[in-house]
């Protein structure tokens, strides 16, 4: 049986042949490896696999594609808005129309324009920022676990910083707080209990060695029960007392009040600063609704040490991150929904996304030979921001007997554009909330092309 399965078996210069294959505009050597890589797991698993020829051709022909184009647009139909391994927050297009004009050309990223002289490319985000805050300065690097990073090596290297035991987070990609205090160079003072921690442990964890204090908001996670913790005022007046500056790890980046109720638990930054916090460091691609980028306001004695930190050079952002964050600040300024993708989809009510599910499955139902109907389908703010909590949505939900799911899902995948869904209990969501106002359209296209 598998001598004949082996005879099926393609051979690499026939398939180098192929029409499809040769279609495809990649080099001669990456085609060359992946076909020898693909015929050998077939050969390695020839006796689980059924050798048909169009499959390897399409098979080969999507991880050519892969590997070339790795990085493409993605439909986001998840339900989880802020989506990491989907970029989190998509760049409003008007804000792209503006990279594309200024930067096809040189930009005055660190030169004044009236004097002609060097300046820092921090000038560009500063005013705005402070403005937004209210903090007396402001400076911006590539992340906000590297913001929390250089704020902590300018201001305790050599020193202890004091932090809640139950704020000692860990972000994703395994990333933890104590790490990041200990490649800092300051050594950790944990103080308190995981559920319960008090003003008076803060206050007797204070010695001649203590550097600052560290409030960390758990974006990840949530405590609830028998459990609390000082607010930021609350500590900022003990930091106050002993001379300390209290630094606070906002993670979200929500700078306006919106009003929303759902994001009645996020900080937002300019209360951070008038409740006295001196250091507040952020994310510019969750709540913010811009790329990624780790802002840091404050005052201003403690923003120029960490702007003159050795590391700013390895952490500053370039001049693409630089112009992005600028826009979104702007479009921040306006204190509209309409303008922020982010804040849009978390404000989408019920009803809205049980329409948008009924005219999906609408189309879909003339067209397929799936049970597709509309149900109810939790969405998530995603990316640390709102931990556990669902947010009242409906969703397309696609069943069969016939066919496998997880390979549907696949074929989404590789569309172009890629279409990501949910596979949940034998059924295949999709999920509007998460989608752009324009996209639905798309997505009924793809859905009734490829179902």
């Keep these: 049986m598998n001598k004949n399965k082996y005879k099926q078996i393609p051979s690499v210069s026939r398939l180098l042949e192929d029409n499809c294959i040769q279609s495809i505009q990649a080099p001669q050597n990456v085609k060359l490896k992946v ?19 169009s499959d390897i051709v399409e098979n080969i022909k999507n991880t050519i594609t892969t590997q070339i184009n790795s990085l493409r647009r993605c439909i986001n139909a998840t339900g989880v808005i802020l989506h990491t391994g989907l970029g989190r927050a998509p760049i409003s297009p008007h804000i792209l129309a503006k990279v594309q004009q200024n930067l096809a050309s040189y930009i005055n990223l660190e030169i004044d324009c009236n004097s002609g002289k060097r300046s820092h490319r921090d000038e560009h985000t500063k005013t705005i920022l402070t403005s937004l805050t209210g903090a007396e300065d402001a400076t911006v690097v590539n992340n906000n676990a590297a913001a929390v990073l250089i704020t902590i090596s300018a201001i305790a290297k050599g020193k202890e910083i004091i932090v809640s035991c139950g704020q000692l987070v860990e972000i994703g990609g395994s990333f933890r707080i104590p790490e990041v205090i200990e490649q800092s160079g300051a050594k950790l003072r944990i103080v308190g209990c995981t559920n319960k921690t008090h003003l008076c442990d803060y206050e007797a964890a204070i010695n001649e060695n203590t550097a600052a204090i560290l409030y960390v908001h758990t974006s990840n996670y949530k405590i609830v029960g028998f459990s609390s913790t000082p607010n930021t ?65 404050g005052k201003e004695k403690f923003i120029t040490r960490i702007r003159n930190n050795p590391l700013m050079r390895a952490l500053r952002v ?64 995603g990316s640390g921001a709102l931990p556990a909590t669902q947010i009242e949505s409906f969703a397309v939900a696609i069943r069969t007997s016939s066919r496998s799911l997880a390979k549907v899902a696949q074929k989404l995948r590789l569309n172009d554009p890629a279409l990501f869904t949910v596979i949940k209990n034998d059924t295949l969501y999709i999920a509007p909330r998460s989608l752009l106002k324009e996209e639905c359209k798309e997505v009924i296209a793809i859905l009734g092309k490829l179902l």
Excluded: W
């Design 35 to 53: 076909i020898r890589e693909h015929l050998q797991e077939i050969r390695s698993n020839i006796s689980t696999r059924t050798v048909i020829y």
């Design 233 to 297: 005022y609350e500590l900022a007046q003990l930091a106050k007392k002993h001379n300390l500056p209290l630094i606070e790890d906002a993670g979200s980046g929500l700078i306006n009040d919106f009003d929303i109720p759902l994001l009645a638990s996020e900080p937002i930054i300019k209360k951070s600063i008038t409740s006295g916090v001196d250091i507040v460091t952020f994310s510019g691609d969750k709540l913010l609704g811009g790329c990624q980028a780790g802002i840091i306001v």
């Design 318 to 381: 370039d001049k693409f991150t630089t112009l992005i964050l600028q826009q979104t600040l702007q479009n921040n300024q306006q204190s509209s929904l309409t303008t922020n993708p982010i804040l849009e989809m978390l404000t989408r009510t019920p009803l809205q996304t049980q329409k948008m599910s009924q005219n999906i499955s609408a189309t879909l139902q003339k067209k397929s030979h799936y049970h597709i109907t509309v149900e109810n389908f939790p969405s998530y703010t």
